[in-house]
């Protein structure tokens, strides 16, 4: 049976982003000053985001136009294709209908562009000349390479030392498109410096690598750029839910459920925000690794976004600022907490939430590929997981719809382990325990 890929002409590109948070049945709680414990106001962000960001992440507008040159790159992949997996149902024996909104044709193979192009867009646009950030598996950290490069801003990218290790490739990326890129835990600040000190071997954490590149963010043409999490993040992945609404209105379907990975909350609020505002029929179900399983074993609580205590304090799912998760293959999920966006809709019992184990992700993974011919990254491997157990247990046409957020053509030594049976299983509980006893 051909593969069914459901298109949307380049003039159905969406022209604005959808922001949730006027639709949600009450508001959600404000950051507060790590210093003062104040709730934050815009102008204690300017250190570190130009005024059109902040604008956007204080915002209670339902729908932000979205800046013409932003459409003009956007353009480059975008719409992206709507996948019916006929033979990924056809495996499974399913009567569910599976309907994958696939991301990995962006320039550098993930959804993160989605939000690097406007982050970039607007920092140039402010007079910014540099922009600092981290990245777990690397894809984060090439998107805001491409998109510096688009607007001739310099890039420092932080690298989760684990992954800088797995994923040589990405490194070389972000360098192609002229970044920097450091091993995070680093000598080149002061808190990479301790933690080295205390622990030479450390891995490293999206948390470390966060506070050290907003350390680095300190010149005056300097601002700090973040791949999840924040509501300007959010807001800039809605494109996603907003072409497969429409890819899936063609073809005259509604889901009934939909699913997608999530590690600081980005691709699922992307692909599922569109779809809350229409229904509330529809089952959402947010997909996380069990090595870091912030919205199913996390506190819902304020903390720091970063481990040494940087960021304001955000109300959200977490396992401790200073958790630091097992080296797991899929980096990009590798954070300690979850959007505060997400985070109090799930505490509103609008979303559910399922941790999902390694090796399982990677069988998924493997099914995956060798029925739909995509080898899917890690971290939306951990989403297909989930799509398979649904679908097994499905006794009537369920339509699900789920996202493959990047390609993982760049994590073949990952595939690699899973082949020869070598992938670990880590069981973080105790470590999760003792991060949460040390709360702000």
Known sequence: MPQ???????????????NIVPDLPEPPPPPLHPGTRAPLGPDDLTPLFPPDLIAQETSSER???????VRDIYRLWRPTPLIRAHRLEKALGTPARIYVKYEGVSPVGSHKPN??????????????????????????GSALA???AQFDLACDVWMVRSSYDQKPYRRTMMEL??????ASPSPETSTGAKILSDDPSNPGSLGIAISE???????????????SVLNHVLLHQTVIGEEAREQLASINETPDLVIACTGGGSNFAGLAFPFLRDSRETRFLAAEPAACPSLTKGTYAYDYGDTAGFTPLLKMHTLGH???PDPIHAGGLRYHGMSPLLSHIYNLSLIEAKAIPQRETFEAATLFARTEGIIPAPEPAHALAAVIAEAKAATTPLVILTSVCGHGHLDLAAYESHLHGTLAEPDPSPRIADALTRLP
């Not at 498109?177 to 450091?182: Q, R």
């Open 177 to 182: 498109f002229g970044a920097k890129v450091h």
């Open 63 to 69: 729908y932000m136009e979205i800046p013409e040159p």
């Open 146 to 148: 491409f998109a510096c």
């Open 4 to 18: 069914t890929r459901i298109t949307l002409d380049e003039s159905r590109l969406p022209r604005r982003w959808y």
């Open 322 to 324: 200073d958790f630091i």
């Open 213 to 227: 590149a907003v350390e680095s963010a300190t010149p005056s043409d300097t601002r700090y750029a973040l791949g």
């Open 115 to 140: 939000t690097a192009v406007p982050q970039a867009y607007y920092n140039a646009r402010a007079g910014v000349r540099r922009l600092t950030t981290e990245t777990g598996a690397g894809q984060w």
